[in-house]
């Protein structure tokens, strides 16, 4: 059971837009910045957001992040095929003093 | 263009020992920290644990705390995890992970991962 809590699956159609919600607690999400990542089939981890909203160099627009309380979001828009993969939140937790991923959420573009 | 090439993954049977190396290049290795991150095979990801860029503090996860020991060789851009008394649930690829900054903010780079198999 992950400290994190992501639904198991999202999708939506190409073109249109979905969001990923990522669940936990004041000694982790609500105290500490969210990172998230995604995971194409067969790779390694990439990061898409850092500092709950902010994208590293070469990530489009289309991808987006929010944190409000105790809970971020994943916004992708103009959803393309290429952007089937697992997401993944993750942050530190104060209180265990270790980093925490959320369960991932895996993204189906029908 | 950042490296992270991690190495030293294989079959041990339970209760055995194993240490992956990651080599890193093309940054200076010594200003960041750096991760160690699994995967079991069809299962998410799971943070192991934690070093930072001096080597003096370390975190671990709970499930590999006191059989799991992280360090690194700043003069040799490496880092290291020694994993004893393994178990079939250590079976997973093993991740070597950089901070995208040195004050931190995600984990930024990350090496194509070496996989541990834990198994008699």
């Known amino acids: 059971q992950s400290v994190l809590t992501q639904p198991p699956s999202v999708s939506a159609a190409p073109g249109q837009k979905v969001t990923i919600s990522c669940s936990g607690s004041s000694s982790n999400i609500g105290n500490n910045d969210v990172s998230w990542y995604q995971q194409l089939p067969g790779t390694a981890p990439k990061l898409l957001i850092y500092e709950n909203n902010k994208r590293p160099s070469g990530i489009p627009d289309r991808f987006s992040g929010s944190k409000s309380g105790t809970s971020a979001t994943l916004g992708i828009t103009g959803l393309q095929t290429g952007d089937e993969a697992d997401y993944y939140c993750?942050?530190?937790?104060?209180?265990?003093?270790?980093?925490?991923f959320g369960g991932g959420s895996k993204l189906t573009v029908l | 263009q950042v490296q992270l090439v991690e190495s030293g993954g294989g079959v041990v049977q339970p209760g055995g020992s194993l240490r992956l190396s990651c080599a890193a290049s093309q940054f200076t290795f010594s200003s960041y920290s750096m991760h160690w991150v699994r995967q079991a095979p069809g299962k998410g990801l799971e943070w192991v644990a934690l070093?930072?860029?001096?080597?003096?503090?370390?975190h671990y996860a709970d499930t590999v705390k006191g059989r799991f020991t992280i360090s690194r060789d700043n003069s040799k851009n490496t880092l290291y995890v020694q994993m004893n008394s393994l178990r079939a649930e250590d079976t997973a690829v093993y991740y070597c992970?950089?901070?995208?900054?040195?004050?931190?903010?995600?984990?930024?780079?990350w090496g194509q991962g070496t996989l541990v198999t834990v198994s008699s």
């Open positions: 070093i930072r860029s001096d080597g003096t503090n370390q």
């Open positions: 992970a950089k901070d995208l900054f040195p004050s931190g903010s995600g984990l930024g780079s």
């Open positions: 993750a942050t530190w937790d104060s209180s265990l003093s270790v980093g925490v």
